[in-house]
């Protein structure tokens, strides 16, 4: 629904824009949040900075999450919600999938060619994933497709590169099945959002910045959803790419890493 609240961190806590924390540990201060995700049935993903460094990532429900996967990096968890189960890559390189409840398995995909991975995003049916990759500064966005067979292995195959005009993708959300919104980084002021077609026309539009206060730095998109950003340490919204952006609240604490369910 239209009211659908998203995650994002706030003082690495676990906020809603509903303008409230997570119930549980997750929304407590100090918790070191960075990235979350939540499912379509409710389940919960957070990766944590750990205190003797690298990250965690710990999946449940706000009251009960678990440590599953760690690494020196591990990117933003996605879920594919149909499967009860979430991704992320680890070390830049090892795509792993972690389900609700079970043992956490690798996916087959060669990403060896694209460089570190540095986002990974699942369709929200979970068919197709889009892989933000490469050097610093030069990662670039290709899209690909999640084959399961009868024996429970699962892969990435058939990765494309997706034209998005410029070198320096920096993250990626689905907008719908067949629309991406994607955050180009061109030196820090000139950060910019795009919408991108996946359908062979690969046709690509200019988000407006329209009353951001700084560059954008984040993304979170879903259908008929509200577009989100964060800015100048704050997290914006607006309802149509040629449209104005306006603050979700009033605070100014910093915002980080926003994720609508899916």
Do not use: C, M
């Amino acid at each position: 629904p239209a009211s659908t609240p998203a995650l994002f961190i706030r003082n690495g806590a676990v906020w809603t824009t509903a303008d409230a924390p997570l119930p549980g540990p997750a929304g407590r201060p100090g918790y070191n949040a960075t990235t979350v995700a939540q499912s379509t049935t409710g389940s919960l993903a957070v990766v944590r900075r750990a205190s003797q460094g690298g990250f965690t990532l710990f999946v449940g429900t706000s009251s009960a999450l678990r440590p599953t996967v760690s690494g020196e990096t591990l990117t933003p968890p996605t879920w594919a919600s149909a499967d009860d189960e979430v991704w992320t890559v680890r070390n830049g390189r090892e795509v792993v999938l972690v389900p609700a409840t079970g043992a956490t398995r690798r996916v087959s995909a060669a990403l060896d060619k694209l460089g570190p991975v540095r986002s990974l995003r699942l369709s929200r049916d979970g068919s197709r994933v889009a892989v933000v990759a490469g050097s610093r500064g030069q990662e670039q966005l290709h899209l690909g497709v999640v084959i399961r067979d009868n024996s429970g292995s699962v892969r990435i195959e058939r990765l494309q590169l997706l034209d998005v005009g410029e070198a320096g993708v920096a993250d990626v959300s689905w907008l719908d099945a067949l629309t991406l919104v994607v955050l180009v980084q061109d030196g820090l002021q000139d950060n910019a959002l795009h919408t991108v077609s996946v359908d062979r026309a690969n046709t690509s539009r200019l988000v407006g910045r329209s009353q951001l206060p700084g560059p954008p730095v984040a993304v979170a998109a879903a259908s008929t959803l509200p577009l989100l950003t964060v800015a100048a340490g704050t997290l914006w919204r607006t309802l149509a790419i040629d449209d104005s952006w306006s603050p979700v609240d009033g605070r100014t604490d910093a915002a980080s890493a926003p994720a609508y369910p899916g």
